[in-house]
């Protein structure tokens, strides 16, 4: 993924303290959508960190690692916040998936993957990147 440069900050970082400037009911659902969806959601992609990576092949074969990383993925459909700010705009978490606590946030990108979006409640300006690593990371 390319550099972020130093235009600004992803969108909604600036904006979390304050939620009511930002139109965060449509972020929050745009956010459901992509873990909910996963690779199916045309506005995002997931990346998992090296350790996740390493935590869901352990001792797998090549198509058993491939099925650990889906279900782990999928596991992400069924996260639930669980203090107040995790649910305003549901973009970061913790979760646990067999043996191991994972945590993940999301970016709001151009679509370039350059710059930080204009406008993160727009699906049309904004790529999603939802990013999985070990909680330990």
Not at 40 to 48: F, K, S, T, W
Request: glycine share 4%.
């Amino acid at each position: 993924m390319p550099s972020l440069g130093t235009r600004k900050p992803p969108a909604g970082h600036a904006n979390r303290r304050h939620p009511e400037t930002i139109n965060a009911e449509a972020i929050a659902d745009l956010n459901d959508d992509l873990r909910r969806r996963g690779a199916q959601c045309e506005h995002g992609r997931i990346v998992l960190s090296d350790t996740s990576m390493r935590a869901t092949k352990d001792g797998r074969t090549a198509m058993q690692t491939l099925v650990a990383r889906m279900q782990l993925i999928a596991a992400l459909a069924h996260w639930k916040p669980v203090d107040c700010k995790e649910a305003i705009l549901r973009d970061r978490g913790t979760f646990r998936w067999q043996l191991h606590r994972f945590r993940f946030s999301i970016q709001y990108y151009d679509e370039s993957l350059e710059w930080a979006s204009e406008d993160p409640a727009d699906p049309d300006i904004t790529v999603r990147v939802l990013t999985v690593s070990l909680i330990t990371e």
